[in-house]
């Protein structure tokens, strides 16, 4: 079944055809959710809230980009307002956003996700998005409802704390 069959299906109810596309795509939406909420019941949430929000609003995709891509936004999205707080960007003075960072040479991924999850929330969304997900830091402000020049001092400290937390 081709992705415009399958969102067709899926338009018109198809349980099936819904069926396919959620297993098509939790398992990386999932890990996404996860990643920022550092938290299974809160990913669990967040991915259920986040494929009703797909069903229901599927006839407004408009093929701009992919699927998987327009469901990713509205997993952001879903897992963004799940952790909103009063304030979870750390206030920086300035940075060098140009200055690179030496990760080391060895680093275990299951410690690496640790020290990922171990960010404050701003930091860990932010480095999520861009080094993760891969998205630009323009794409990540406009996500979250931040200037670009947020977006890139959280990475910058987030970066600098992964590495204080990595050399330990």
């Not at 939406?29 to 929000?53: E, G, I, K, P």
Request: hydrophobic share 40%; net charge negative; with cysteine.
């Amino acid at each position: 079944m081709t992705e415009v069959e399958l969102i067709s299906a899926c338009i018109q109810n198809n349980r099936s055809a819904q069926r396919i596309l959620y297993d098509r795509y939790k398992r990386a939406m999932f890990t996404l959710a996860y990643r920022l909420t550092s938290d299974f019941d809160d990913a669990n949430d967040v991915l259920q809230d986040a494929f009703l929000d797909v069903f229901r609003k599927l006839e407004n995709f408009r093929g701009e980009s992919t699927l998987g891509a327009w469901i990713k936004t509205i997993v952001v999205r879903k897992a963004y307002r799940k952790l909103e707080k009063p304030k979870i960007w750390e206030v920086v003075e300035s940075f060098d956003e140009n200055s690179l960072i030496e990760w080391g040479n060895s680093i275990d991924a299951e410690y690496l996700e640790k020290a990922i999850l171990s960010l404050p929330e701003g930091f860990r969304t932010v480095f999520i998005l861009i080094e993760i997900e891969g998205y630009t830091h323009r794409e990540t402000a406009e996500i979250l409802g931040i200037s670009e020049g947020t977006s890139k001092s959280q990475l910058f400290y987030a970066k600098k704390r992964l590495r204080e937390i990595l050399s330990n």
